[in-house]
């Protein structure tokens, strides 16, 4: 018995695509192609003569109704002098952004908090492959100098307050409004002197999946 209905077995499953996410590198690709080509000033009768490729075949392009080869981006690409790379700009996944109003941070205990040190964190990204942290440090009268910290991943100091001497393995920085100082976290590091209070500065943490942040600044 022949069965002229819809197929339901799991080969029909397997090549279901999500609406959302069917023809997306198409349109991507297509709207940049358009768009360079218009700020370009070129008509797709020029393009057509420039990259041998046909007119109606630009315009599916241009309009997401065809999947062209790399051949064909490159040919574009050199027509129009820009990097093959330009048209796939927009394809890619969304990317994760973190927006933190001012006053808005919650304010977190940390190794140094018993000391005085206040640490209002200011967002944190967590991608596939990395891992980021920012705080706002306040160090008031009350405070005092701690140990040195040691952690996995790299750190941004920036100074926005007052005056300090940050200390990084063998070496000491006096740290003013605008300085900044990157470090490897894995050296011990910290607030050697608090010269001017009261000290404020932004502290970035950044690392990859094989370690942790830590849970000082």
């Not at 197929?7 to 358009?34: C, F, M, N, W, Y």
């Not at 300090?164 to 990157?182: C, I, N």
Request: charged share 25%; aromatic share 4%.
């Amino acid at each position: 018995m022949n069965d002229t209905g819809p197929d339901h077995g799991p080969a029909a499953r397997e090549v279901a695509t999500p609406p959302s996410q069917e023809g997306k590198l198409e349109r991507a690709i297509g709207a940049r192609v358009r768009r360079i080509r218009q700020e370009s000033g070129a008509t797709l009768a020029e393009m057509a003569v420039r990259t041998g490729i046909s007119k109606p075949m630009l315009s599916k392009i241009e309009h997401a109704q065809t999947s062209c080869s790399l051949t064909t981006l490159a040919r574009l690409a050199d027509a129009l002098d820009v990097p093959v790379t330009s048209f796939f700009r927009g394809a890619d996944m969304e990317r994760e952004a973190v927006f933190t109003p001012a006053g808005s941070g919650p304010r977190i205990v940390a190794r140094g908090t018993r000391v005085g040190h206040d640490y209002t964190l200011l967002g944190s990204l967590r991608g596939p492959h990395k891992r980021q942290e920012a705080h706002l440090v306040t160090l008031t009268e009350q405070s005092e100098e701690f140990p040195l910290f040691q952690h996995p991943g790299h750190e941004l100091l920036y100074m926005l307050e007052g005056v300090m001497v940050y200390a990084h393995g063998e070496s000491s920085y006096t740290m003013r409004p605008g300085d900044a100082l990157q470090l490897d976290g894995e050296g011990l590091h910290g607030p050697q002197e608090l010269v001017e209070l009261p000290i404020r500065f932004l502290s970035v943490l950044a690392h990859g999946d094989d370690g942790g942040l830590p849970d000082d600044g």
